[in-house]
């Protein structure tokens, strides 16, 4: 069965840090990824994708993401993290069932000034 | 406005009260869905629906109904709450390459 592992709950970070933030999944074949980030009182945004090719993706804000089949991680990284960063941050594999996706748990980044 | 929102985006009700979540999206997209958010639980698949007239269960379904009539709305009721329905309520859809849009949210605390 598919499933998403986010160890991280809670990262803390100094504002101009670099940041990573761990995602390990299990799937049964290649599996499309995703990371999305929820501001506080909003919902999801998508953040970048991973569907084949290239195994580094950049997606907005500066954030970038690889794809190491061999470990089933799809980590996302910054290299300087700003205040406005501070979030929660999804990892999601899928797709089953047609187009459902399986959600990690969560990491909250807060960012230090 | 082009998107996808939700209404109520906060609503309290009494243990046993029937309540609907509404959705309505506007870029016709086929797949839609309802997910609860709890702290310590990440995001968890209620309902979901292929089509108009075509929905299915998610991961906790108990005590929550579905329907999909017309293709840009998606309802989701409470037939009778419970405490522990509590939580934040999101809906989403998907469009190309399986990107989900999410609404705003809907907090619903039942008491």
């Known amino acids: 069965a598919q499933s998403v592992t986010q160890p991280d709950i809670h990262i803390t970070v100094s504002e101009g840090a670099s940041l990573e933030l761990r995602c390990n999944y299990s799937y049964g074949a290649t599996p499309y990824l995703f990371w999305y980030v929820q501001s506080p009182g909003q919902g999801l945004q998508l953040l970048l994708k991973y569907f084949s090719g290239d195994t580094l993706v950049q997606g907005i804000k500066g954030f970038e993401a690889e794809f190491k089949r061999s470990q089933s991680s799809f980590n996302l990284r910054k290299p300087s993290v700003h205040w406005s960063d501070a979030a929660e941050y999804f990892c999601?594999?899928?797709?089953?069932?047609?187009?459902?996706?399986?959600f990690g748990p969560g990491t909250r980044l807060s960012v230090l000034p | 406005d082009a998107g996808i929102t939700q209404s109520p985006r906060y609503k309290i009700t009494e243990t046993g009260r029937q309540v609907t979540l509404m959705c309505h999206q506007t870029w016709s997209h086929s797949y839609m869905f309802w997910y609860r958010q709890d702290l310590g639980h990440g995001l968890r698949l209620i309902y979901y629906?292929?089509?108009?007239?075509?929905?299915d269960k998610g991961e906790v379904p108990d005590g929550y109904v579905v329907s999909r009539s017309k293709t840009e709305n998606f309802p989701l009721t409470l037939e009778s709450a419970t405490r522990s329905q509590t939580s934040v309520y999101f809906c989403?859809?998907?469009?190309?390459?399986?990107?989900?849009?999410f609404g705003p949210g809907t907090r619903l605390t039942v008491t």
């Open positions: 629906s292929a089509a108009a007239d075509i929905t």
């Open positions: 999601a594999v899928g797709p089953y069932y047609g187009q459902n996706f399986v």
């Open positions: 989403a859809s998907t469009g190309q390459n399986y990107e989900q849009y």
